[in-house]
T-cell receptor, first 113, second 112 residues
C-alpha cells in the first residue's frame, strides 16, 4: 500500500460528460502529480501541484483541469469527454525534493462510451 | 529530460538474478536515476534510485557506471511475482518540477 488513495476505482460515463477524479496524497507529502495511461500510450505526465500551487504542466488537454486544496487532496476534472479519454489515471505524491520518490495510487479506470 | 533506452522485453528464470540494463547517455550531473515497475495495471511501484553510487535495498540493487551513462537494475532472486514492466527514468531537476517521465520500459517475464 503506497498510502496514496484514489477514488473512484472505476468510472463509466458517456461522451460529452464531465467527471472528477480524486486523490489523497500520503501523509506529509505536499506534491501531487497526475498521470494518464492509455492502452496505446505509456504513462503520460499531466500536471503537478505543490502545496496548492501549480508547479509543472505536461501534455494536459484544455478540457482537463486540476487543483490541489488546502488539505492537500487533489482533484482532476475531465470535461467534454471523448472516447479517446478512456484510460487509467494515476495520482502520485511526494515530498518536494529530487531524492524523494513519487508514490503512486492504484488509479482510476475511466471508460467513456 | 534525459532520455533512457531499455530493451523492450526480456525473460528470466525463477530463482535466478535478473539484470535489467538501461542507457542514459545524456544524463546531467545532478539528475538521479530512478527505477519503477508496474505490475499489470496497478500503479507504478518505486524500486530504487541513485545518483552515482551503487545502491541496494530490500527489493533490488542498482549499479551505475562511473561515467553515469548507463545503469543496471539487479533483482537478486527473481520470483513469478516480479513479472512486470520495469521503467528506468532519469528524473527532471527541481526547476522542471521533479516529475518522472516514463518511457516504454522493459517487459520482464519470469518463467518457472
Amino acid at each position: 500500500d503506497s498510502g496514496v488513495t484514489q477514488t473512484p476505482k472505476h468510472l463509466i460515463t458517456a461522451t460529452g460528460q464531465r467527471v472528477t477524479l480524486r486523490c489523497s496524497p500520503r501523509s506529509g507529502d505536499l506534491s501531487v502529480y497526475w498521470y494518464q495511461q492509455s492502452l496505446d500510450q505509456g504513462l503520460q505526465f499531466l500536471i503537478q501541484y505543490y502545496n496548492g500551487e501549480e508547479r509543472a504542466k505536461g501534455n494536459i488537454l484544455e478540457r482537463f483541469s486540476a487543483q490541489q486544496f488546502p488539505d492537500l487532496h487533489s482533484e482532476l476534472n475531465l470535461s467534454s469527454l471523448e472516447l479517446g479519454d478512456s484510460a487509467l489515471y494515476f495520482c502520485a505524491s511526494s515530498v518536494e525534493e529530487i531524492r524523494s520518490p513519487l508514490h503512486f495510487g492504484n488509479g482510476t479506470r475511466l471508460t467513456v462510451t | 529530460d534525459a532520455k533512457t533506452t531499455q530493451p523492450p522485453s526480456m525473460d528470466c528464470a525463477e530463482g535466478r538474478a535478473a539484470n535489467l540494463p538501461c542507457n542514459h547517455s545524456t544524463i546531467s550531473g545532478n539528475e538521479y536515476v530512478y527505477w519503477y515497475r508496474q505490475i499489470h495495471s496497478q500503479g507504478p511501484q518505486y524500486i530504487i534510485h541513485g545518483l552515482k553510487n551503487n545502491e541496494t535495498n530490500e527489493m533490488a540493487s542498482l549499479i551505475i557506471t562511473e561515467d553515469r551513462k548507463s545503469s543496471t537494475l539487479i533483482l537478486p532472486h527473481a520470483t513469478l511475482r516480479d513479472t512486470a514492466v520495469y521503467y528506468c527514468i532519469v528524473r527532471a531537476a527541481p526547476a522542471a518540477g521533479n516529475k518522472l517521465t516514463f518511457g516504454g520500459g522493459t517487459r520482464v517475464l519470469v518463467k518457472p
